[in-house]
C-alpha cells in the first residue's frame, strides 16, 4: 500500500543533541512537508519542498533543518538551537505542487526533550 | 492565504447529522476550501475539497455559499469514530503559499451516544 512513514513513533532526546526524525513516501509525490504540532494547537509549518534538492523555510524554520536528496525522502534535523523542541511532529506530502488533491499525512513522531 | 474561522466546539448526537460552519470571507475566485480532520494523535485526513459548486464523496457533503466566503461540511450520520478536530483550510493559489496548506485550531466536533 502507498503511503507516508514516519519514524520512530516516539522519540527522546537529551538537550542539546541533534535529532533526525524521517520521513519516507511511496506516493511518487513532487511535495513533501514537515510540520510541528503544540498539544491544543493547530499545525504550524516548519519546511517544505516542492521538488528534489530545494526547499523552502515555512513559519516555524528556527532550530530545524532539512535535505531532500531523493523524492521519497525528506528528513527533519531538530537541531540543538531550537528552544522547545518537545512536540507532535508531522510530515505530508502532496501529489503535485499545487496540492489539488490533497495532502496525505504520516502518523506523526513525539518528540519529548528530557 | 486566505484567512478562515471556525467555532471551536460543537457536539452533535451519534446518528444525526453534523454540520460544521467555516468562515472564509477574504477568499479569493481560485482558491479552494479544504477540509481536514484529526483524530487525537493522529496525522491529518484529508475529507473534502470544493470550488464553487457543492460537492459530496463517502464522507461528507461541503456546501460552499453562492458568495464562497462561507461553506459548511455536513457528516449526515455521526459516528462516535467522527469525533475529531476538524479543520476547514484555503491555501494561495500562488507565491510562496503555493500548494502550502495552513492550519488553524479547527473545530472539536465531539459525538455523543
Known amino acids: 500500500d502507498g503511503g507516508i512513514t514516519q519514524s520512530p513513533k516516539y522519540l527522546f532526546r537529551k538537550e542539546g543533541q541533534n535529532v533526525t526524525l524521517s520521513c519516507e513516501q511511496n506516493l511518487n509525490h513532487d511535495a513533501m512537508y514537515w510540520y510541528r504540532q503544540d498539544p491544543g494547537q493547530g499545525l504550524r509549518l516548519i519546511y517544505y519542498s516542492q521538488i528534489v534538492n530545494d526547499f523552502q523555510k515555512g513559519d516555524i524554520a528556527e532550530g530545524y533543518s532539512v535535505s531532500r536528496e531523493k523524492k521519497e525522502s525528506f528528513p527533519l534535523t531538530v537541531t540543538s538551537a531550537q528552544k522547545n523542541p518537545t512536540a507532535f511532529y508531522l510530515c505530508a506530502s502532496s501529489i503535485e505542487r499545487q496540492a489539488l488533491y490533497g495532502y496525505t499525512f504520516g502518523s506523526g513522531t513525539r518528540l519529548t526533550v528530557v | 492565504d486566505a484567512k478562515t474561522t471556525q467555532p471551536p466546539s460543537m457536539d452533535c448526537a451519534e446518528g444525526r447529522a453534523a454540520n460544521l460552519p467555516c468562515n472564509h470571507s477574504?477568499?479569493?475566485?481560485?482558491?479552494?476550501v479544504y477540509w481536514y480532520r484529526q483524530i487525537h494523535s493522529q496525522g491529518p485526513q484529508y475529507i473534502i475539497h470544493g470550488l464553487k459548486n457543492n460537492e459530496t464523496n463517502e464522507m461528507a457533503s461541503l456546501i460552499i455559499t453562492e458568495d464562497r466566503k462561507s461553506s459548511t461540511l455536513i457528516l449526515p450520520h455521526a459516528t462516535l469514530r467522527d469525533t475529531a478536530v476538524y479543520y476547514c483550510i484555503v491555501p494561495g493559489a500562488g507565491g510562496t503559499s503555493y500548494g502550502k496548506l495552513t492550519f488553524g485550531q479547527g473545530t472539536i466536533l465531539t459525538v455523543h451516544p
Open positions: 477574504t477568499i479569493s475566485g481560485n482558491e479552494y
